[in-house]
């Protein structure tokens, strides 16, 4: 426990850094993340005996991740699409032979992994004015990434302290034995207090920041399922061990995964518009 406190606090520290650096030290950041979480995805998957195309996954999250610092969606698509097609012919021509469930995984991976960093890094370039705390200012794009984060951690914590304290019901036992009922419903309460809290410190609507928090809750705990599901199927119980006591990155970013994409439409079609 001592070993899991000491390297979240120091990783809470580095994320505010990097956080309110922005520009391209948090676009080198995300990067690292995302090709670390890749590392970590085709490690688990070849754990049972599969064969994710490595190469065509670095190129294509790699690609990704360039297109969101310059702010280029079509980089973003043409490392997609550049990517999907290296998969392919690495297994019909250097390999010799076409493994189906191999080049779905690796697509699959490159885009679920890819994608979700690159929605991180345009986040937290959007500009759009300031908000004034008694902390600190921030951009736009740092406040929210600022939600998106603190809305993730505390769905995380109030879901584990609630199920501690009142779980019974499992939510998913096929999938996550430990999950239930009563903490999903503790998470989203917690983060749509959290989410509401943050929107009245930095001033806006209290109504749409609650309605995000609650968002952020349910597709958080999806994305923990999913992760869940592909360990379970892989046999693998951490995807790594690069963060003392917490695991890998995967680990420590599964609902991130899918909290980074919702923040960023969030705030392009109900902040900026």
Same mark, same amino acid.
């Given at each position: 426990?001592?070993?899991?406190?000491?390297? /979240?606090?120091?990783?809470?520290? *580095?994320?505010?850094? =990097?956080?309110?650096?922005?520009?391209?030290? !948090?676009?080198?950041?995300?990067? =690292?993340?995302?090709? *670390?979480?890749?590392?970590?995805?085709?490690?688990?998957?070849?754990?049972?005996?599969?064969?994710?195309?490595?190469?065509?996954?670095?190129?294509?999250?790699?690609?990704?991740?360039? /297109?969101?610092?310059?702010?280029?969606?079509? $980089?973003?698509?043409? @490392?997609?699409?550049?990517?999907?097609?290296? %998969?392919?012919?690495?297994?019909? $021509?250097?390999?010799?032979?076409?493994?189906?469930?191999?080049?779905?995984?690796?697509?699959?991976?490159?885009?679920?992994?890819?994608? #979700?960093?690159?929605?991180?890094?345009?986040?937290?370039?959007?500009?759009?004015?300031?908000?004034?705390?008694?902390?600190?200012?921030?951009?736009?794009?740092?406040?929210?990434?600022?939600?998106?984060?603190? /809305?993730?951690?505390?769905?995380?914590?109030?879901?584990?302290?609630?199920?501690?304290?009142?779980?019974?019901?499992?939510?998913?036992? %096929?999938?996550? #034995?430990?999950?239930?009922?009563?903490?999903?419903?503790?998470?989203?309460?917690?983060?749509?207090?959290?989410?509401?809290?943050?929107?009245?410190?930095? +001033?806006?609507?209290?109504?749409?920041?609650?309605?995000?928090? %609650?968002? $952020? @809750?349910?597709?958080?705990?999806? /994305? +923990?399922?999913?992760?869940?599901?592909?360990?379970?199927?892989?046999? $693998?119980?951490?995807?790594?061990?690069?963060?003392?006591?917490?695991?890998?990155?995967? +680990?420590?970013? +599964?609902?991130?995964? !899918?909290?980074?994409?919702?923040?960023?439409?969030?705030?392009?079609?109900?902040?900026?518009?």
């Amino acid at each position: 426990m001592i070993t899991r406190i000491i390297s /979240g606090t120091i990783g809470i520290v *580095l994320a505010a850094y =990097v956080i309110q650096q922005g520009g391209t030290t !948090f676009s080198i950041a995300g990067a =690292v993340l995302a090709v *670390l979480a890749w590392f970590e995805f085709t490690r688990a998957f070849s754990h049972r005996g599969g064969n994710p195309t490595l190469f065509s996954g670095l190129l294509g999250i790699g690609g990704m991740l360039y /297109g969101a610092y310059l702010g280029q969606l079509d $980089i973003i698509l043409l @490392a997609m699409t550049a990517s999907t097609v290296l %998969a392919l012919l690495t297994s019909v $021509i250097l390999r010799g032979d076409v493994s189906v469930p191999d080049v779905g995984i690796s697509v699959a991976g490159i885009a679920y992994i890819g994608l #979700p960093f690159a929605h991180l890094v345009m986040l937290r370039n959007l500009t759009g004015g300031t908000y004034v705390t008694p902390i600190e200012t921030f951009s736009l794009g740092a406040a929210m990434v600022w939600v998106m984060f603190i /809305g993730t951690w505390a769905s995380d914590s109030f879901a584990y302290f609630a199920g501690r304290a009142f779980g019974s019901h499992k939510l998913a036992p %096929a999938i996550s #034995p430990n999950k239930t009922i009563e903490g999903f419903l503790g998470g989203l309460v917690g983060t749509i207090a959290a989410v509401a809290g943050l929107g009245y410190v930095l +001033d806006m609507p209290l109504p749409q920041m609650a309605g995000l928090g %609650a968002a $952020i @809750a349910v597709l958080g705990t999806l /994305g +923990d399922l999913v992760e869940s599901l592909m360990k379970r199927h892989t046999g $693998i119980k951490d995807s790594g061990a690069i963060i003392p006591g917490h695991g890998g990155i995967w +680990d420590r970013f +599964d609902s991130v995964l !899918f909290t980074a994409p919702l923040v960023y439409y969030y705030t392009i079609y109900f902040v900026l518009r």
